[in-house]
């Protein structure tokens, strides 16, 4: 009976003391990732039940916007020449390191790039929305330098943030040389890298509106009047089209990244090197659109399972998806879906709410295929110390001495 009043008076001291047990992941457990698919070669025949489209590019991905799920792809990893598809990192960065209104004085050496241009001149001042309409409809080679000395300092400082910027973003197979995308040794990206960087590019409010313009026309006095049509032809002939680039050099072959939009999905078409890009785009976004549906797993908020809780006010904690978690299925068949929950065991009060804690990833036929965190649904005070005390005493077996 000593023994067990002595070790009752040493929890006590210990509560007392601010003793606590640090929440931590269970093991293997991750911080939240971009969802995602394996890729090599994806049995995409298997996984929608149908025959998947037969493409004449090179290489080519269609990826779910939301998730970034894929449901195609063919040599979706081997760096190739992007073109012109290069200006829509260009375009990024300059909108998220820039102000539109910002006035840009054109340099010589922005002024004399060739190939495909706005035709500017030295010493020509436009804002820098001016100038992205130019890079992103008209495809100017100029604006894009003009864009990246103002941003940067440099065309090279500038080509320096788009690797930082394709690093940070996982496009691990690409390496630029330039803004705009002329041929140059190196200068390299994939379909999936595209698909990525436009992905991420179309979350902002003011890319995704430029890209989904078909016309756009200003006065520049006293340089005169531009009329600029967007190369994008899916922008008239597609429903649901909004975006979001073309490309073509020698080198490249001709080149579309592609967007498009119905009933609340959005996908992303990428074909490199095809001899015919809007064919090949069109039977892409059929494809994803008519051969596979969104499903729900958990919405924003929602609570997924509860986990015990020692020393709080309650036993258990609610843990709640922290946004919406689909993923695209076919429609034609029902595919297993698995959903995986990665979180501790136990967790120890006190606990704030919205704390991540794990994660919930789901596997579509054996593949992982998309990731939301997990977060306590709700803040857990700590008991008071003495309360603790009396509920690990009571707890004790009765009859056994503490050691």
């Known amino acids: 009976m000593l023994s067990r009043l002595i070790f009752s008076l040493l929890l006590l001291v210990g509560y007392l003391g601010g003793f606590n047990i640090p929440v931590a992941l269970a093991a293997g457990s991750q911080p939240a990732l971009p969802v995602f698919l394996n890729l090599g070669e994806l049995p995409v025949s298997s996984l929608s039940g149908q025959d998947p489209p037969r493409v004449t590019a090179d290489a080519a991905v269609l990826m779910e916007a939301s998730t ?9 990893h081997q760096p190739r020449p992007p073109a012109s598809t290069t200006k829509i990192l260009t375009a990024l960065l300059a909108i998220e390191g820039g102000r ?17 241009s706005m035709h500017l001149f030295p010493g020509q001042r436009l804002t820098l929305e001016q100038l992205l309409y130019g890079a992103l409809l008209r ?3 100029d604006a894009c330098v003009a864009i990246a000395e103002h941003i940067a300092g440099s065309e090279g400082n500038f080509v320096f943030l788009m690797n930082e910027k394709a690093r940070e973003l996982g496009a691990c197979h690409s390496h630029f040389c330039n803004p705009h995308g002329l041929p140059a040794r190196g200068h390299v990206s994939s379909a ?27 006065i520049n006095p006293p340089w005169g009047e531009y009329h600029l049509h967007n190369t994008n032809r899916l922008l008239w002939s597609y429903q649901g089209a909004d975006g979001v680039k073309t490309g073509t050099t020698s080198e490249a072959g001709m ?7 119905r009933e609340g999905r959005q996908l992303i078409s990428v074909v490199l090197h095809s001899d015919d890009r809007y064919g090949d785009t069109m039977a892409l976004l059929d494809y994803g659109f008519t051969c596979f549906k969104n499903m729900t797993l958990a919405r924003e908020g929602q609570a997924c ?45 006190p606990l704030p709410k919205a704390l991540p804690v794990g994660t ?24 008071p110390a003495y309360k603790l005390w009396w509920k690990k005493l009571r707890a004790m077996p009765p009859g056994v001495n503490a050691p």
């Open 192 to 218: 999936y890298d595209l698909a990525l960087l436009t992905r991420y590019a179309l979350k902002n409010p003011t890319f995704k509106a430029l890209v989904s313009t078909r016309y756009h026309g200003f």
């Open 100 to 116: 539109l209104n910002q006035v840009v004085t054109v340099s010589p050496r922005a002024a004399a790039v060739g190939e495909s």
């Open 139 to 141: 495809s100017g080679n």
């Open 255 to 261: 080149c579309l990244v592609a967007s498009a939009s």
């Open 68 to 76: 970034g799920q894929v449901l195609f792809a063919k040599n979706a």
């Open 305 to 349: 399972r509860s986990i015990p809780v020692t020393g709080g006010v309650v036993s258990t904690v609610p843990l709640v998806s922290e946004g919406t978690l689909a993923v695209a299925v076919p429609v034609h068949r029902s595919p297993a879906v698995e959903k995986r929950f990665n979180a501790p065991a136990v967790l120890t009060a």
């Open 360 to 383: 919930l990833d789901v596997w579509v036929e054996g593949e992982p295929v998309a990731r939301a965190r997990l977060l306590t649904g709700r803040s857990v005070e700590r008991l």
